[in-house]
């Protein structure tokens, strides 16, 4: 979602406010703005569409000052217009603000009754127009600020900077995350440590309902009862090389490269010799009957995917849900039922609020998160990270493919827990586990064929994806990131749920991804691929060498994958899935890395 920082030191704001703002164009964005103060004057520049725009203006336009705060916006309340954009301000007040402030509406009816007047579309504005009025009826910038922030009801991150005193930024934050960022005669505010990775790697966390009043020497925190909240200082080694495209078009196409490295990384983290050796003093499976697993997007399609394994590896049942259903459906939570959630930011809010709705109901509560600061990771019994590095692209890759190998490591060893596999058998998986980023490597380094089918497929209006068990979760994936990049529709069906309608959506202009490594239910797959090319349909198929040599002649195309084993085989086949995504996207020429209304982190409803 939308990006903060803040400044205050020595130096002209206005530099590190823009090189801040671009390190946070992953999250999404459609305008953005800086504020600064110079000699106590209060100005800002604000400019829609991307921060070249926002540059650009203040080549032209340049703002001056050793203090300021910007923002990147993704639309909520009101269109991307330049009068929507941050820094919103109502007099000495200017404020930028990620998340959705509820009862803006009836907030706004107050400040009517004062004879106030609002000039824009956003719920932020109402923020600004409050905090002036409190400091026209004699309250100090914190006195407002802290009154405002007690009034208002949602979720979200803010940050005020107050005509006439330059050395003074107030944080709060409910719900998105917030960060403070200690620097030596200067302080900083992000909303990640991204954000603030050159700046400092000493960063303190904000928690839920903190406000922060923060000076180029000071930092004061405190808590929802306005008590003095000591909150740990730690320190945060990012590799900003990471945070670049490294020679790569696009940090998507970087993030796919690095696959085989981060998904070793990950399985060496959890293997110690022939064990699987779980962070955090692990967790005894024998003591749960049931597991449920909540995620939203592609961290769905993964919890869907280890449901299989789960199942299958150590016979436990597993309740998969979307996180924003979850919570409202308020479902019961029996006994014996480990909770389990997935979130690459470990920021998504509606994820967030279905752990705390487990808290005291569920007997454990697992996180598997990249992001090992977060809020979940803070809130969960144990944290499972999945050693994906930074991730910029807004469509998920590699944070994916580790979530995916997490969550078969934490399968395995429930099963071998639970008495449902056998140390022969996770003898004989462990070193082919071993062996898949080899394995994913040689995959990449084979896939030239894939851009040429991805030409084809971005002629097309509608296409559908196919899969088959622990396949049917990859077709969902693939069609969910065909859609994300490239606006084409798509949708994914289990292979047997093709004669209950779908098939009446087949015809010769429609192409249809089926995704079959040879196992079990290949046979079944390709009796459904008949029933595809019978009706003109276009087959392309996913699978290895014999898998397509079995397929027969009416196949329109095929990506050849190498034999694996098939619990093996949905880490490996979401690489060809993000490569017909990614090469059908750039054929059509949308952006890559920020598709139009995406955001990387949701962090609000």
Same mark, same amino acid.
């Given at each position: 979602?939308?990006?903060?920082?803040?400044?205050?030191?020595?130096?002209?704001? +206005?530099?590190?406010?823009?090189?801040?703002?671009?390190?946070?164009?992953?999250?999404?964005?459609?305008?953005?703005?800086?504020?600064?103060?110079?000699?106590?004057?209060?100005?800002?520049?604000?400019?829609?569409?991307?921060?070249?725009?926002?540059?650009?203006?203040?080549?032209?336009?340049?703002?001056?000052?050793?203090?300021?705060?910007?923002?990147?916006?993704?639309?909520?309340?009101? *269109?991307?217009?330049?009068?929507?954009?941050?820094?919103?301000?109502?007099?000495?007040?200017?404020?930028?603000?990620?998340?959705?402030?509820?009862?803006?509406?009836?907030?706004?009816?107050?400040?009517?009754?004062?004879?106030?007047?609002?000039? !824009?579309?956003?719920?932020?504005?109402?923020?600004?127009?409050?905090?002036?009025?409190?400091?026209?009826?004699?309250? +100090?910038?914190? &006195?407002?600020?802290?009154?405002?922030?007690?009034?208002?009801?949602?979720?979200?991150?803010?940050?005020?900077? %107050?005509?006439?005193?330059?050395?003074?930024?107030?944080?709060?934050?409910?719900?998105?995350?917030?960060?403070?960022?200690?620097?030596?005669?200067?302080?900083?505010?992000?909303?990640? #440590?991204?954000?603030?990775?050159?700046?400092?790697?000493?960063?303190?966390?904000?928690? &839920?309902?903190?406000?922060?009043?923060?000076?180029?020497?000071?930092?004061?925190?405190?808590?929802?009862?306005?008590?003095?909240?000591?909150? &740990?200082?730690?320190?945060?080694?990012?590799?900003?090389?990471?945070?670049?495209?490294?020679?790569?078009?696009?940090?998507?196409?970087?993030?796919?490269?690095?696959?085989?490295?981060?998904?070793?990384?990950?399985?060496?983290?959890?293997?110690?010799?022939?064990?699987?050796?779980?962070?955090?003093?692990?967790?005894?499976?024998? *003591?749960? $009957?049931?597991?449920?697993?909540?995620?939203?997007?592609?961290?769905?399609?993964?919890?869907?995917?280890?449901?299989?394994?789960?199942?299958?590896?150590?016979?436990?049942?597993?309740?998969?849900?979307?996180?924003?259903? %979850?919570?409202?459906?308020?479902?019961?939570?029996?006994?014996? !039922?480990?909770?389990?959630?997935?979130?690459?930011?470990?920021?998504?809010?509606?994820?967030?609020?279905?752990?705390?709705?487990?808290?005291?109901?569920?007997?454990?509560?697992?996180?598997?998160?990249?992001?090992?600061?977060?809020?979940?990771?803070?809130?969960?019994?144990?944290?499972?990270?999945?050693?994906?590095?930074?991730?910029?692209?807004?469509?998920?890759?590699?944070? %994916?493919?580790?979530?995916?190998?997490?969550?078969?490591?934490?399968?395995?060893?429930?099963?071998?827990?639970?008495?449902?596999?056998?140390?022969?058998?996770?003898?004989?998986?462990?070193?082919?586990?071993?062996?898949?980023?080899?394995? %994913?490597?040689?995959?990449?380094?084979?896939?030239?064929?894939?851009?040429?089918? +991805?030409?084809?497929?971005?002629?097309?209006? $509608?296409?559908?994806?196919?899969?088959?068990?622990?396949?049917?979760?990859?077709?969902?994936?693939?069609?969910?990131?065909?859609?994300?990049?490239?606006?084409?529709?798509?949708?994914?069906?289990?292979?047997? &749920?093709?004669?209950?309608?779908?098939?009446?959506?087949?015809?010769?202009?429609?192409?249809?991804?089926?995704?079959?490594?040879?196992?079990?239910?290949?046979?079944?797959?390709?009796?459904?691929?008949?029933?595809?090319? #019978?009706?003109?349909?276009?087959?392309?198929?996913?699978?290895?060498?014999?898998?397509?040599?079995?397929?027969?002649?009416?196949?329109?195309?095929?990506?050849?994958?190498?034999?694996?084993?098939?619990?093996?085989?949905?880490?490996?086949? #979401?690489?060809?899935?993000?490569?017909?995504?990614?090469?059908?996207?750039?054929?059509?020429?949308?952006?890559?890395?920020?598709?139009?209304?995406?955001?990387?982190?949701?962090?609000?409803?």
């Amino acid at each position: 979602m939308c990006g903060i920082i803040g400044y205050l030191g020595d130096h002209e704001a +206005s530099p590190f406010l823009v090189e801040a703002l671009k390190r946070l164009e992953y999250r999404g964005y459609d305008s953005a703005g800086i504020a600064t103060i110079s000699e106590g004057v209060l100005d800002r520049r604000r400019a829609v569409g991307k921060l070249v725009n926002l540059s650009d203006l203040l080549v032209n336009d340049p703002l001056r000052g050793k203090s300021g705060i910007g923002h990147t916006r993704w639309a909520t309340h009101g *269109a991307p217009t330049e009068g929507n954009a941050h820094p919103h301000r109502a007099g000495p007040v200017a404020v930028v603000h990620n998340g959705i402030i509820e009862n803006f509406k009836e907030l706004r009816e107050e400040l009517a009754q004062n004879g106030i007047g609002y000039e !824009t579309d956003t719920d932020t504005e109402t923020v600004a127009l409050l905090a002036n009025l409190y400091l026209s009826g004699g309250m +100090s910038p914190v &006195e407002a600020a802290t009154t405002t922030i007690r009034r208002l009801e949602g979720a979200f991150a803010l940050l005020f900077l %107050f005509e006439g005193d330059d050395d003074l930024l107030i944080a709060a934050r409910k719900g998105p995350p917030l960060a403070i960022g200690h620097g030596d005669g200067e302080n900083f505010v992000g909303s990640d #440590a991204i954000a603030l990775a050159p700046l400092t790697d000493r960063i303190t966390y904000l928690e &839920e309902d903190d406000i922060a009043v923060v000076t180029r020497t000071s930092v004061e925190i405190r808590d929802r009862n306005g008590e003095i909240a000591n909150r &740990e200082m730690r320190t945060v080694r990012l590799d900003t090389a990471q945070v670049d495209k490294g020679g790569h078009k696009h940090f998507m196409a970087k993030e796919i490269a690095e696959q085989p490295r981060v998904i070793g990384d990950a399985i060496n983290a959890y293997l110690d010799g022939d064990r699987i050796a779980l962070p955090g003093g692990g967790i005894d499976f024998t *003591a749960y $009957d049931r597991l449920t697993l909540v995620a939203c997007g592609t961290a769905y399609y993964a919890c869907l995917t280890a449901k299989y394994w789960f199942e299958t590896l150590a016979r436990v049942p597993v309740e998969v849900d979307i996180a924003s259903e %979850f919570r409202y459906r308020e479902p019961p939570i029996p006994a014996r !039922t480990a909770a389990l959630f997935v979130s690459q930011s470990g920021e998504t809010a509606d994820t967030l609020a279905a752990l705390r709705y487990c808290e005291g109901k569920a007997d454990r509560i697992l996180a598997v998160v990249n992001a090992a600061e977060s809020s979940m990771a803070r809130e969960s019994d144990l944290v499972l990270p999945i050693h994906a590095g930074v991730e910029i692209g807004v469509a998920s890759t590699k944070a %994916f493919s580790c979530q995916l190998t997490v969550l078969l490591l934490l399968a395995l060893e429930a099963g071998r827990q639970r008495g449902t596999i056998s140390e022969a058998q996770l003898a004989e998986l462990l070193p082919k586990l071993r062996a898949l980023p080899a394995t %994913f490597g040689n995959t990449l380094d084979a896939s030239a064929g894939i851009r040429a089918i +991805s030409q084809e497929l971005a002629e097309a209006r $509608d296409v559908l994806y196919l899969g088959r068990g622990i396949m049917y979760p990859l077709a969902l994936e693939g069609a969910l990131k065909l859609k994300e990049l490239s606006y084409l529709h798509a949708e994914a069906y289990a292979s047997g &749920e093709l004669k209950h309608g779908p098939i009446a959506l087949i015809d010769s202009h429609v192409p249809v991804v089926v995704m079959a490594p040879r196992d079990g239910l290949f046979d079944k797959t390709v009796s459904n691929m008949q029933e595809v090319m #019978a009706r003109g349909g276009k087959v392309i198929l996913i699978s290895d060498a014999e898998g397509i040599a079995q397929a027969g002649d009416g196949v329109w195309r095929a990506i050849e994958m190498p034999r694996i084993d098939p619990q093996l085989a949905p880490i490996l086949y #979401a690489l060809p899935a993000q490569l017909l995504s990614y090469h059908t996207a750039v054929a059509k020429g949308t952006d890559v890395d920020q598709p139009r209304n995406l955001a990387k982190s949701v962090t609000v409803e």
